[in-house]
């Protein structure tokens, strides 16, 4: 060290003892010198003190490192290293950074915060990963990584041991640890064996942890778990194994402490209906559960737990029958520990009563016989070497011997579960290596220290004895790597310790004999421990005691009570009570105590994984082995795996012991310190050279030290040399290594101060400069202002003079003016009155004369209006009462019956009564109709007995006539006869008119009854009017109230299933890439022989492709869920599967029942052709009728269907249309809800028509009959009474038919009308009933929206609408499949009909071909061809177009041609394929193509290759839609470009096949893209020294430790700025050749933008080092330099400057100033990208590089939380890197037109021919 340098001086800050907080600190007052006695010093409260100095007694005190390292990551970054310098770092960090995380060289020291904080997220996780150790803040998930790299890099087994106090946290961060590996190294199938590891944890701590002084959730067993990995480094396996689980607790608990967590979780569920077997109350009914007092621990559910536990079991795969056998022996341990055992009189035996519930339960739940349980509790058997006879056990010995067995029983079901934890952890896939955590008890001392605690502390000696070692070794590695001297370190051995406790005749071999010995006792093992180690150093004897001895560790001195050591070392259990056990009829009990084989395991070179403690053999009467042994044994194994392994050390610190957050308590951290090795590691590493530098980072922090002549040189290595030789003046203070500096302690803070006084000195020179420039600059003002001053003066005094000049001369000439001016006034005034008098006086006398006479005339005018007035007011007056009184009745008559109307309007009661008034109209007319119909019937039975009557009269007048005839003389009786008859006549004729009658009476009946019915019709359409009414009433409330939040919640929404679409393609990529990984795995790993069978073409094709393709006709239920679950995505084509299935299965059906009528169809015409062609007899009329009503509704039929394929067409179109032009989600669904409306009306309509035509063909057939039967009659009636002959037989005959047909005639009328009438009715009441639940649902939707909140209403109504659109879009679809399976046949018949025409011509031409030949020959002149844009191939040449066109092309290959010129060629293919209208070949090129690329891109993972295809997949895309044909995409296109579109096909399916190759294909690119820069992300942007000597390294010790390290001496690669933005540049410049859309180029720069902003940001947040002002101004001009080049490349509208955001106002808020509360406003209002997290972490790490600087206060910390509270949004620290913006592929039509599109020979196309 420099001669000149003394660090006790004036102002040097030191640490002194103080017994309340270990370590004070004060300042030097005054110099010290050698030999003097006392140090004077101030205290930080002010206060003086004399502090002795001596040289042996009280050394100097220990000094204080610079502000500038407080707070440092590493420890032994430290410049000095001691005990108060850590304890304060620790403080530091705890408390002000809420750090929990330190590293102390290669432990990390973890201390409790007794409080959840965010900092274990799975982003967190992922920040972590791939990182170096030290290159961000210290975690559990850097040691994680650490050990996972190792592993991979070394291929070396790697272990994490985590010790530490009960209560510090061991189980948490071993609990992390798991969680990071199985985040990291997941499996690679779906095995799920890292969640099965991870829900081990709850198993584990329900039977092995539980609730102590120290500790709610106590682990009181040791564990180590091996987590094995495949040779790809994924999760294979685990395996756990166990170390002295805590048995007394079993039977004991101190006060406030519990059993374990099943006992009461167990109590707790007891209600349960599974339980109730059990036998079970609350836990303070059971003595094993109620010693503590306290069986509840706050803010923990013991059933909840219980269900976690349950879960878990589950998971592991142990059945329901296990787990009730599990928990019955719990039960039966409870039930044992409340056996009453009574004493005899003699005080030597006991018994135990048969009607003890207890035992009567105990007995039944582990299924023993309760006799021989309840004689063996009381009795033990002794056997001798001649008899064995049974002794009975007093009650202290009986007591001691069932607690025993309870202990037995927990302690073998605890290894009966580890055990299967294993079998379920077990792989049988091989293990590559391993990662061990051990979760272990650390040092432990307490007021009564037992056999529990010496085991323990027996275990941590071993441990710290290898963590010597180890760090030890690491140091000589360290020295031997930099080729630094090495010099022999002195280090504690504590192997004599170890050698007391393990070694021949040591503290457990005597325990071991004096077990053996039958009457051995406590005691006589103390004194055989008092006379064998009293010569050990580490051995001492109590004076007080002769019944305890002291063992002193490396941690503290310990005295053990030797009470209870031989109980505990035996852990005695009577051979009796097991084999009753062992008879149980439960298997698993019997099981449980079965002893097993003592076979030795074959040792292996590996050490492999297995159970630690072995269950232990029975002899004839107790155990073979003792527990010490035991433990031991399982240590000893335990040392040799971690020995055979890479140890990464993790020490967890209780701060405080009343589990208070973020509060330290000084002597409990000292104590855990020293305790577990953590000073001792700073001991070593002081011992050495602690601090190290690289000399880069030496170099740049130091080079204010240096001469000028120094900075320029390129080498660094002796410019450092000789600048630490001329500073520093003892060469053993630093040694020079290959890569680093070292330095002893010490060093570091002199060359600070050095730096220190160089700045100081800088800058009382630029202080001394600046102050003279501005006292000159002070000087020379003040003269420029008296000078001023003087001027303006003088200046002031000459200007007033001669205003005075001025003034005078303007006095004189206003006096002269003035007296001029008032004598004419006075003159003025004096004539003006006197004129003015006599006008006045004139004027008076005249006015007065003119007044009077006025005055008479208006007193007559006044009186005629007045009384005229008077007489009008009176009449309008009586006039405007009357009609005001009228107006007034009639409005309140009218308002009430309006506001009647209106009431009974919105009841439903109202509907109701006009339902039931038009039900009572029905019932009436039904009631009519059937009086009418009996009336008819009466007067048809009249009509009849009449024309019986008659007919029987006319046979007798014919008789008489008869006989009249054969007697000519009787004139006379002939005469009587015509009047007979003439008078039978008549009485016909008035029949014929009683009929007429009839008839009119029911024609008008029939009038009134449709008059009626009309009327219900219109009722009903009132009905749906007001249904209407309401329904618009609803969609006007729900859209008032979603106007503002409507559009963007929409645009938020389509973002967000675009996103959702987007991931779960993502996803399919990553399976689809997964499952071929593992076809290629197993077809590499596995060879099967004999003949393997090869797929086809066509099952290849269907198994790459996702989507139908054209020729497929019909698609199974399996493959419809499949598409659905690719369309839709997994959660919701969960939820519509059902419905899905259900309208599949009625297409099949319409299906059928469309095959069945055509069928029949086929039928009838082929029945009509063959009756056609026979004579047409009269008898076959009506059968022609309904042949021609048949062929009526064919023909009806036809125009329906042609009509609904345009409608069809146009609801396409229009689709389509607004699908690529407009985004918005509202004018989609209005249009969609009109095209939907129409085409509703159009069908109801075109069935109204069908219906309207069939009636009118059946009455005209009907009235046409009629009317030929009606004249028939007439002309008869009328030849009968212009003939006026008698009538004949025939003739009445004739009358009586047609009186019965007219008849028949009128009856048939009538019930085909009512049967009309029902159905109208009964279609009437169907439609009020629907309107009705329409009108409810629709009532209770409005109540249920009303009552939500604004946000659920929108989820709710867009929900509705989904749902709504995807029953509708379900139905279309049908409609269309329909359609297109018409089309398609209709397609078949028109190519037969084609080929049929094509024979017919063939036929005419041969035929023909007699015509005279031409007689001279004809030249052919060849017309030049127009090439129409096509390309012919054979499908012979397909697999040759695809292997040219995309498998073997590269980009280079098509750069000098037009971008694109693949996607141009397919084009140019398919539409050869329309034009010759073969769909299997189109179908065959399009999906051989996807197929192809697919493939393509899995192989070439390059960025340009993606780039390519991205390019061209998405120019295919938009050729397919310009040249679909649609009028939608025909707008931007030219002539020829719309008459070369597609003629025959409807591409939308491969398009949207297309669409979605796009999105995996620009996220394999964004992937790509984002692993070339992600290297160079940190480097570039905090890291480079984008402005030159601005930073100025912090000193920061040996940050990347070498292990950590993948690079060579030359460290990690370093990246700059400009780097970056040449690789985004090459990114782009590669796009843009390719011809990718510049809004496709923006979004993945945007990308790119938002990839760099999450790890920036990260980076930033996990690393103190880089929070600081140089790096905020570094970063700012780092961000600019990016926003310029977004400009400079016309990318600034693509919003990738804002995800640059957020480090923007990082930079900013590490740039200004953060003091008072000014400040901490203007920060809140700045940082408004970046969370409340984010600020307080960033305002936590930010670290002073210079004495200059202040850190940040806590108390403007606390301000800034104060101050952002108010904020609502989600606790975030960590950006998500993950994270991808949904893409969007705008329609960009090409103005290429493909006939002028040339193709490079030097492609090898020659095989196709340009059409």
Not at 567 to 581: A, F, G, M, P, S
Not at 756 to 782: E, H, M, N, P
Not at 1070 to 1097: A, C, I, W, Y
Request: charged content about 25%.
């Amino acid at each position: 060290m420099a001669t000149d340098y003394y660090p006790y001086i004036k102002y040097t800050r030191v640490w002194i003892p103080d017994p309340d907080d270990v370590w004070k600190a004060a300042e030097i007052t005054k110099d010290y010198k050698e030999g003097d006695p006392v140090l004077h010093l101030k205290l930080e409260d002010e206060a003086t003190l004399e502090y002795p100095v001596g040289p042996k007694a009280n050394p100097l005190p220990f000094l204080r490192n610079p502000d500038i390292l407080v707070g440092e990551n590493d420890l032994t970054a430290l410049s000095y290293l001691h005990e108060p310098a850590v304890l304060h770092n620790l403080r530091v960090r705890f408390l002000e950074s809420n750090h929990i995380y330190t590293y102390c060289g290669i432990v990390l020291v973890a201390i409790n915060p007794y409080e959840q904080l965010q900092i274990y997220g799975e982003e967190v996780i992922n920040a972590y990963s791939g990182q170096n150790m030290g290159d961000m803040d210290p975690h559990i998930f850097a040691v994680a990584e650490e050990a996972y790299k190792q592993m991979a890099r070394d291929e070396r087994n790697q272990s994490i041991i985590v010790s530490g106090e009960s209560g510090a946290g061991k189980t948490v961060s071993a609990k992390y640890a798991m969680r990071f590996f199985a985040t990291v190294g997941g499996s690679a199938n779906d095995t799920n064996v890292e969640e099965k590891v991870l829900a081990s944890n709850p198993i584990m701590e329900a039977i092995g942890n539980a609730k102590t002084t120290r500790n709610d959730n106590s682990s009181r067993f040791g564990k180590y778990i091996q987590i094995g990995f495949s040779r790809h480094y994924h999760i294979i396996g685990a395996n756990m194994r166990t170390y002295l689980l805590e048995k007394s607790r079993v039977v004991f608990q101190a006060e406030d402490e519990r059993n374990y967590h099943i006992f009461y979780q167990l109590c707790a569920s007891a209600s349960l209906p599974e339980f109730q077997e059990l036998g079970l109350t609350s836990a303070e009914d059971f003595i094993y559960t109620s010693l503590g007092e306290n069986i509840f621990i706050e803010s923990v559910n013991d059933a909840e737990e219980l269900k976690k536990t349950r879960e878990a079991f589950m998971l592991l795969g142990v059945k329901e029958t296990s787990q009730s056998s599990i928990f019955k022996i719990i039960a039966a341990i409870l039930h044992l520990g409340n056996i009453e055992i009574s004493p005899e009189r003699d005080q030597e035996s006991c018994s135990v009563s048969s009607d003890d519930l207890y035992l009567q339960n105990f007995c039944r739940l582990l299924g023993v016989e309760l006799q021989q349980m309840k004689h063996w509790l009381c009795h033990r058997k002794l056997a001798t070497a001649s008899e064995t006879y049974v002794k009975s056990m007093s009650l202290k010995q009986a007591l001691n011997a069932r607690n025993a067995l309870a202990k037995h029983i927990y302690a073998r079901l605890f290894d009966w579960i580890v055990e299967h934890v294993n079998k379920a952890l077990h792989t049988s896939f091989k293990q590559h290596s391993f990662i061990g955590v051990l979760d272990i008890y650390g040092f432990e001392t307490f007021e009564v220290n037992s056999f529990e605690q010496f085991c323990i502390n027996y275990a941590n000696e071993k441990l710290q004895q290898q963590f010597n070692s180890h760090v030890f070794k690491l140091e000589q590695e360290e020295y031997m790597k930099e080729l630094i001297p090495w010099t022999l370190i002195d280090f504690y051995d504590n192997q004599p310790c170890i050698d007391l406790i393990e070694a021949r005749l040591g503290v457990l071999d005597l325990l071991d004999e004096e077990c053996k010995v039958p009457k051995g006792t406590d005691k006589n093992w103390a004194e055989k421990l008092y006379k064998q180690n009293s010569s050990s150093a580490h051995f001492q004897k109590p004076r007080m005691s002769n019944t305890s001895f002291i063992i002193i560790h490396f941690a503290d001195k310990v005295e053990y009570q030797c009470e209870g050591f031989l109980e505990k070392n035996r852990d005695t259990v009577y051979e009796e009570q097991i084999n009753i056990l062992k008879a149980s009829q439960f298997q698993m009990v019997a099981d449980l105590f079965h002893e097993q084989g003592d076979a030795p395991v074959a040792k292996s070179s590996r050490v492999n994984v297995r159970a630690a403690k072995t269950v232990p053999k029975y002899p004839n009467k107790e155990h073979r082995k003792t527990v010490g042994h035991q433990f031991r044994s399982s240590l000893h194994l335990l040392m040799e795996t971690l020995n055979a392994t890479s140890p990464h050390y993790v020490r967890c610190i209780k701060p405080n012991d009343e589990k208070e957050c973020f509060s330290f308590d000084s002597r409990r951290a000292v104590q855990q310190l020293r305790a577990c090795g953590v000073l001792e590691t700073i001991r070593i590493s002081a011992a050495g050279y602690p601090s190290r530098w690289t000399y880069q980072d030496f170099f740049s922090r130091y080079r204010v030290l240096m001469k000028k002549s120094d900075m320029t040189a390129t080498d660094k290595k002796p410019v450092c040399r000789n600048l630490l030789e001329t500073l520093i003046k003892e060469p053993d203070m630093f040694q020079f290594g290959k890569t680093k500096i070292f330095f002893r302690a010490g060093q570091v803070a002199y060359l600070e101060k050095l730096r220190a006084d160089r700045f100081r000195s800088a800058c009382i020179k630029i202080q001394k400069t600046v102050r003279g420039w501005l006292q000159k600059l002070r000087y020379r003002r003040i003269r420029k202002s008296a000078i001023t001053l003087q001027r303006y003066g003088r200046g002031y005094l000459a200007r007033r003079h001669a205003e005075f000049l001025r003034l005078s001369r303007a006095a004189l000439i206003c006096q002269k003016q003035y007296r001029m001016v008032r004598e004419r006034r006075a003159y003025q005034r004096v004539r003006w009155a006197v004129v003015t008098i006599q006008a006045y006086t004139r004027g008076m006398y005249t006015r007065r004369i003119y007044w009077e006479f006025m005055l008479h005339h208006k007193a007559m005018i006044i009186q005629k209006n007045v009384r005229g007035w008077l007489q009008r007011r009176k009449f309008i007056r009586a006039r405007n009462a009357a009609i005001t009184i009228q107006c007034a009745f009639r409005r309140m008559h009218a308002k009430r019956q309006l506001k009647q109307l209106k009431i009974e309007a919105r009841s439903a009661q109202h509907l109701k009564n006009l339902n039931s008034g038009m039900e009572n109209k029905i019932v009436q007319l039904q009631r009519k109709m059937d009086d009418q119909s009996k009336e008819l019937r009466t007067q048809n039975n009249q009509l009849l007995s009449t024309n019986t009557t008659l007919g029987s009269e006319l046979t007798r007048l014919q008789k008489q006539l008869e006989q009249v005839h054969s007697q000519p003389g009787d004139t006379g009786r002939v005469v009587s006869l015509q009047e007979e008859v003439e008078r039978l006549r008549e009485e016909l004729q008035e029949a014929h008119n009683h009929r007429r009658k009839l008839e009119e009476e029911h024609g008008s009946e029939k009038l009134e009854l449709t008059q009626r019915v009309e009327d219900l019709q219109r009722e009903n359409s009132q009905l749906k009017a007001e249904k209407e009414e309401i329904n618009q009433q609803i969609l006007q409330d729900s859209r008032s109230s979603e106007e503002e939040t409507s559009r963007a919640s929409l645009q938020l929404e389509l973002d967000a299933e675009r996103e959702r679409y987007q991931n779960l393609l993502k996803e399919f990529g990553r399976l689809e890439q997964r499952f071929d990984n593992l076809k290629e795995e197993v077809s590499l790993n596995k060879f099967h022989p004999g003949h393997r069978r090869t797929t086809s073409n066509q099952s290849s094709l269907e198994s790459d492709s996702n989507y139908p393709s054209i020729s497929t006709s019909e698609v199974g239920d399996t493959e419809d869920s499949i598409q659905l679950v690719d369309e839709m995505g997994v959660e919701k084509a969960a939820m519509d599967i059902s419905l899905f299935m259900k309208l599949q299965k009625r297409v099949r059906e319409l299906e059928q029942e469309r095959k069945k009528l055509q069928v029949n169809l086929d039928k009838m015409e082929e029945l009509a052709k063959h009756k056609g062609s026979e004579p047409r007899s009269p008898s076959s009329d009506q059968e022609m009728a309904d042949l021609a009503y048949n062929n009526l509704k064919r023909q009806e039929l036809e125009s329906e269907n042609k009509k609904l394929k345009n409608d069809l067409n146009e609801l396409r179109k229009t689709i389509g249309d607004h699908a690529s032009q407009n985004n918005s989600s509202n004018q989609l669904q209005d249009s969609y809800n009109l095209l939907v409306s129409q085409l509703k009306a159009a069908n109801e309509e075109m069935d109204a028509r069908k219906e309207e035509v069939l009636i009118l063909r059946t009455q005209i057939l009907s009235n046409a009959e009629l009317h030929e039967r009606s004249k028939q009659m007439e002309t008869e009636k009328e030849a009968e009474l212009n003939s006026k002959e008698p009538l004949d037989k025939e003739e009445a005959l004739q009358a009586y038919h047609r009186l019965s047909e007219s008849k028949r005639l009128l009856e048939a009328q009538l019930q085909t009308q009512s049967r009309q009438n029902q159905d109208e009715l009964e279609a009437l009441h169907t439609q009020i009933e629907l309107l009705k639940a329409d009108i409810e649902s629709k009532q209770e939707m409005l109540n249920y929206t009303q009552s939500l909140s604004p946000e659920a209403k929108v989820e709710y109504s867009v929900q509705l609408e989904i749902t709504r659109l995807t029953n509708k879009n379900l139905d279309l679809k049908e409609l269309v499949e329909k359609l297109e399976k018409n089309e398609r046949k209709l397609k078949k018949q028109l190519r037969i009909y084609m080929k049929k025409v094509q024979e017919l011509e063939a036929s005419a031409a041969q035929s023909s071909s007699s015509k005279p030949e031409l007689t001279h020959q004809v030249t052919v002149q060849r017309k030049e061809k127009d090439f129409e844009g096509m390309l012919e191939y054979s499908k012979e040449v397909e697999g040759r177009l695809i292997q040219t066109l995309v498998k073997d092309i590269r980009p280079s290959m098509v750069s000098a041609t037009v971008p694109c010129l693949p996607a141009y060629i397919l084009l140019m293919c398919i539409r050869h394929t329309d034009y010759v209208n073969d769909d299997q070949k189109l179908s065959s090129l399009l999906t051989s193509t996807i197929n192809a690329i697919k493939k393509v891109l899995k192989k070439n993972n390059d960025f340009e290759m993606m780039s390519f295809w991205l390019a061209n997949t998405s120019r295919l895309l938009h050729c397919l839609k310009q040249y679909s044909g649609e009028e939608s995409f025909m707008t931007r296109n030219t002539d020829k470009q719309n008459e070369h579109c597609l003629k025959n096909f409807d591409l939308t399916e491969y398009r949207q096949v297309l669409s979605d190759l796009s999105i995996q294909i620009y996220q394999q690119l964004v992937k790509v893209a984002e692993g070339i820069i992600q290297p160079m992300i940190v480097s570039a942007m905090l890291e480079s020294e984008s402005i030159p000597s601005l930073a100025g390294m912090k000193p920061m010790g040996y940050r990347n430790r070498s292990s950590s390290m993948d690079t060579d001496a030359d460290g990690p690669t370093s990246y700059t700025l400009q780097a970056l933005i040449r690789q985004l540049g090459q990114f782009h410049s590669i796009m843009q050749d390719h011809g990718l859309d510049p809004e496709i180029t923006g979004q993945v720069v945007r990308q790119l933008f938002s990839c760099i902003n999450a790890h920036t940001l990260n980076n930033l947040l996990l690393r103190k080092d880089v929070c600081s002002w140089s790096t905020g101004m570094q970063l700012r001009y780092n961000t600019s330099q990016m926003e310029e080049w977004l400009r400079a490349n016309n990318l600034y509208q693509s919003n990738a400057a804002e995800t640059l955001e957020p480090i923007i106002q990082a930079a900013q808020l590490l740039q200004v100033k953060k003091k008072t509360s000014q400040d901490a406003e203007a920060i809140c209002s700045l940082c408004t990208a970046l969370t409340m997290q984010q600020i307080v972490k960033i305002m936590n790490l930010y670290t002073p590089l210079n004495d200059f600087e202040e850190r940040v206060t806590v108390s403007f910390i606390r301000n800034i939380q104060t101050c952002l509270q108010d904020r609502t949004e989600r606790p975030q620290l960590l950006v998500d890197t993950k994270h991808v913006f949904p893409v969007h592929f705008p329609y960009s039509p090409s103005a290429l037109t493909l006939d002028t599109l040339h193709i490079p020979a030097s492609l090898g196309l020659d095989f196709l021919t340009r059409v």
